[in-house]
């Protein structure tokens, strides 16, 4: 009797078990085709920009339309951004009702991105009847909420389902959202909806675990009764499918026939003490005995039902493997009918290939009673068919039997085979495979999926336009270069307000779409239809497209889509691997490049300083002698040369100053168009007359900051490599305009901000440089050109102002092909002022002026070469070799000193910090600093602070002395 209990304990879990899938299958098919209509009404609502864009009228034939076919639904309709259900399904015009406080509107409003979402079970205003609801938000272009639209579920759909099983009086079953909230309750009770199923066994215990099972227990802490709880969740949905059955349901005829069984005993007993009572009443217990045979059969009756009714094949066959009996679910998965499978064996069954392995397996079941293991079978039309085969030994009437339960696992071999084809992909991706193998490796995945499905995967170009590559092996070569340059429209429709995105697009015959009919290598090739899906990066950049193509006019079905959405996810990631490598190899290319540039330049300005402060002396000594000889003397000529060779270093040093950032600007706001139509004539007569001047300059003013001379100077050195890059005739194109810089510009491109810049394009069509050259056009020194005709500074001086203005230059340039230069500065906030030209100091001259003047300069040199060239004008003059013997002189000479004349980069202190330290003793005191370095502590990316006095070495006698009488004045 225990074991008897425990049988038809047994047989209510396995039919809870399969009322729970085929009740999470049922409800999952009438979910997946709402949301699909939902889907749909979204991306028409989309496609026709949006609702607030649709009349009332069109929106209820989109609902109307959607809405036709599926019974599962009492209604769709949209609520708009207000919370105001604006049109439904059906009636029209349709009742303005106020749904604001219903959870689907609260939800939808403040989750946006959320996507799909299930509602508690109320009364609808609408039609007054217990449904939930199925919502998806409407999502404005600028990504704000503007409404939903959802599907009404009528519960009593589910009443049809919970009425057409057996579950007993008491049975029950439910769809419970994954959060606890119920849906479904049948049979219908009210105070079901507000339980909280969070505190069941099956949400506590059982569902964390499994997404489907079977046990034990109480269904939720109101219901306490003992229960067969069966549960399914619904793979694509929040959703629980729930069968509760009564144990006492299927109980009641084994305590019958236990109290049966007891009052037979009861009455043997008593027969031997009555006799004649025990045959009076024979024909009594004959009766009884004849009920409970056919309570038997009835129950054995029933169980071959659900045997039947089971979704795994039940198979019992002799130890020879004979079939006795199967069930229809084995008819279905062979396509043989009972009478044709019984009497087989079951090696008829499998394929020859797994004969060994399923004997082997058979003979484990009867050595040890039971076994699991894996067969292959072959249907009556010759498809293939894995499955598993959980079986065990039985006795019956004394004779040895195999109980098998099959279940076919199709679906998870085929799983399986595609998740280590992901994986072994996955893996390759991880250790650097290239992106074409890659690619060749997905488009083989998904053919040998797909058999007979040729595939390719298109990249697109930088704007995302236009097709420049393909990978499809499988495809005629003459297809595959038809393809390049083809717009992505061809593949995928566009979508979303600006018309760059896109999404999958189904041609079901190629021949009669608009995008592929007049496109004839398709014809050619045999294809019919194409079906693509679009490859998008993270950040929803078109990648590309992965397009199935088949030889005949269809849509493709679900596994078919599965497959297509598979290798865009794939092809989306090595795609992206591929691109951030080449972008960080070129950013770091970039960045070297940038750190040589500056090392040079602090080299460069380092230089520049000790050579200035050797000039100084060349320059002023030479143009003394020059003063004291006479016109005709000939050693006139020779001093003068000495003078020339000394103004062509200074030139040179300045360029170095330039290259390495450390000259002295003067930055203000300038017109870019003005300075260069001024300089026109300038660059007009610098280039020889067979290379024609193009200006082209945007509207109006370009107004930046930068020093005037320094741009002038940044025209000429371009122009110069120009010429030198011309054989010949040809044209030079000098350009302004106004850019803005985005941030995907800026963090390409190391050491620019994003932001508006002016822009200076200078073009020449001249022979072009190599990636070779163009690498190393910036450094100082280098240059293409012969020995003796260069110094290969021009282009590492335009740098060095460019970047000194804070500004940015990118040179574009190929062998034959010419060579652009664009120059990014900064724009000016403020108009350009109308400047004067500067008086010549040189000729300003002046009576010499008496005076103390202190000369503090640690050069020898130039310490000596000042001295004298005061002396000579008049002045008295105190000489300080270093700080500490300055400020020795002045406490000597007090109020006697009338200017201070100081270098700035000295032992102890710097001359800025002597003035300072004089200045408190001698209030009056007035400065001149003299350097030949412009990276002084007045001195602020370049631009002298406002009332600093500084004279840069090398300078002339005239300039230093003029120089001197304005700081007396």
């Not at 045979?293 to 979704?311: G, I, M, S």
């Not at 979508?495 to 496109?519: A, K, L, N």
């Not at 026109?680 to 610098?686: A, K, V």
């Amino acid at each position: 009797m225990v074991s008897e209990r425990h049988a038809i304990i047994g047989a209510a879990e396995k039919q809870s078990e399969g009322y729970a899938r085929a009740l999470g299958e049922h409800a999952g098919s009438a979910f997946a085709e709402a949301d699909r209509a939902l889907q749909d009404i979204v991306g028409e609502i989309e496609q026709r920009g949006g609702v607030d864009r649709v009349d009332r009228l069109t929106l209820f034939r989109i609902i109307r339309r959607q809405g036709s076919d599926t019974p599962q639904l009492g209604a769709l309709f949209i609520v708009d951004r207000n919370g105001t259900m604006t049109v439904n399904s059906l009636e029209f015009p349709s009742r303005q009702i106020n749904v604001a406080d219903r959870e689907y509107y609260l939800f939808n409003r403040d989750a946006t991105h959320a996507g799909l979402f299930f509602s508690r079970p109320l009364v609808s205003r609408l039609s007054n009847r217990w449904r939930f609801t199925m919502t998806r938000p409407l999502v404005a272009a600028d990504g704000s909420f503007s409404g939903l639209v959802a599907a009404a579920f009528e519960i009593d759909y589910f009443h049809r389902f919970y009425t057409s099983t057996s579950l007993g009086p008491r049975g029950k079953v439910l769809l419970v959202r994954t959060d606890g909230a119920p849906l479904v309750n049948e049979p219908f009770a009210q105070n079901a909806y507000t339980t909280d199923f969070r505190q069941s066994d099956l949400f506590r215990r059982y569902l964390p675990h499994a997404p489907a099972g079977t046990f034990r227990g109480y269904q939720s802490p109101r219901d306490t009764s003992p229960r067969i709880i069966s549960y399914h969740r619904i793979s694509r949905f929040p959703v629980v499918a729930v069968v509760s059955l009564h144990q006492n349901d299927f109980l009641d005829s084994w305590r019958q026939k236990a109290v049966l069984q007891t009052t037979v005993l009861a009455g043997l007993s008593l027969a031997i003490l009555l006799l004649m009572h025990l045959l009076l009443n024979h024909l009594d217990r004959l009766q009884a005995a004849q009920k409970s045979l056919r309570e038997e059969q009835e129950q054995v009756r029933l169980k071959a039902a659900q045997v039947d009714a089971a979704n795994d094949a039940i198979l019992l066959t002799d130890r020879e493997g004979r079939l006795l009996h199967v069930n229809t679910t084995l008819c279905h998965m062979t396509g043989y009918t009972q009478g044709e499978l019984l009497g087989k064996n079951l090696r008829d069954l499998q394929t020859p290939e797994c004969v060994a392995s399923a004997a082997a397996g058979a003979a484990t079941v009867l050595e040890r009673g039971e076994a699991v293991f894996e067969s292959v079978y072959r249907a009556k039309g010759g498809t293939v068919l894995p499955v598993e085969i959980h079986a065990r030994t039985m006795t019956d009437a004394g004779r040895s039997l195999v109980l098998s339960i099959v279940r076919d696992i199709s679906e998870r071999k085929r799983n399986d085979l595609r998740e280590h084809a992901r994986l072994r992909i996955l893996e390759e991706m991880a250790t650097g495979v290239g992106l074409a193998e890659l690619l060749l490796h997905i488009v083989g995945f998904v053919e040998q999926e797909c058999r007979g499905i040729p595939c390719s995967i298109l990249l697109l170009d930088e704007d995302g336009q236009q097709v420049h590559q393909g990978v499809a092996p499988s495809l005629p070569e003459f297809y595959n270069r038809a393809v390049e340059g083809r717009r992505a429209g061809q593949w995928l429709l566009p979508g979303g307000t600006d018309g760059r995105r896109y999404r999958r697009m189904i041609v079901e015959d190629v021949g009669v779409h608009p995008s592929w009919r007049d496109f004839q290598p398709a014809r050619e090739a045999g294809l019919r239809a194409c079906w693509a899906e679009p490859v998008l990066s993270s950040e929803d950049e078109l990648l590309g497209a992965v397009a199935l193509y088949c030889r005949e006019p269809r849509t493709p079905d679900r596994f078919e889509i599965q497959m297509i959405e598979t290798a865009a996810h794939l092809a989306s990631i090595a795609i992206g691997r591929f691109r951030v490598e080449e972008r960080r190899n070129h950013l770091e290319v970039q960045l070297r490049h940038v750190q040589k540039i500056e090392a040079i330049g602090q080299l460069a300005g380092g230089i520049a300083h000790d050579f200035n402060n050797l000039l100084t002396p060349i320059l002023v000594y030479a143009e003394m002698m020059r003063n004291k000889l006479a016109s005709d003397d000939p050693l006139r000529s020779k001093v003068q040369g000495i003078i020339s060779a000394a103004c062509k270093a200074r030139d040179l040093t300045q360029q170095l100053l330039s290259f390495g950032r450390k000259q002295m600007l003067t930055i203000q706001p300038v017109d870019l168009n003005g300075i260069i139509g001024t300089f026109q004539d300038i660059l007009r007569r610098t280039i020889r007359e067979s290379i024609a001047i193009k200006i082209r300059l945007a509207p109006g003013t370009v107004a930046i900051l930068a020093d005037r001379g320094q741009i002038e100077q940044v025209l000429l050195n371009l122009a110069v490599n120009a010429q030198d890059a011309i054989t010949g005739n040809g044209t030079i194109t000098v350009e302004t305009g106004h850019v803005v810089l985005d941030n995907e510009y800026a963090r390409l491109h190391p050491g620019m901000r994003p932001g508006p810049y002016a822009l200076l394009a200078f073009s020449d069509n001249g022979c072009g440089m190599d990636d070779e050259t163009l690498v190393h056009i910036f450094e100082p020194f280098f240059t293409t050109k012969q020995v003796g005709h260069g110094t290969g500074l021009g282009l590492a001086t335009v740098y060095g102002i460019i970047k000194q203005h804070e500004g940015y230059i990118t040179v574009r340039s190929g062998r034959g092909e010419g060579t652009t230069f664009c120059l990014y500065l900064p724009l000016s906030r403020h108009e350009p002022a109308i400047t004067e030209p500067e008086p010549d100091v040189a000729a300003a001259g002046g009576a010499p002026g008496g005076g103390n003047i202190m000369v503090v300069e640690d050069n020898d040199m130039v310490r000596e070469m000042a001295v004298e060239l005061l002396e000579s004008a008049g002045y008295r003059v105190l000489v300080a070799g270093h700080p500490a013997a300055a400020r020795e002189l002045a406490r000597r000479n007090g109020a006697a000193i009338d200017l201070l004349v100081t270098d700035v980069v000295m032992p102890e202190m710097n001359g800025k910090d002597l003035y300072g330290y004089l200045h408190e003793s001698l209030p009056e005191l007035r400065v001149l600093y003299i350097s030949g370095y412009a990276n002084e502590p007045f001195v602020h990316d370049g631009t002298l602070e406002e009332g600093i006095d500084f004279l840069q070495k090398p300078f002339t006698a005239e300039r230093f002395l003029e120089r001197v009488r304005q700081a007396l004045r």
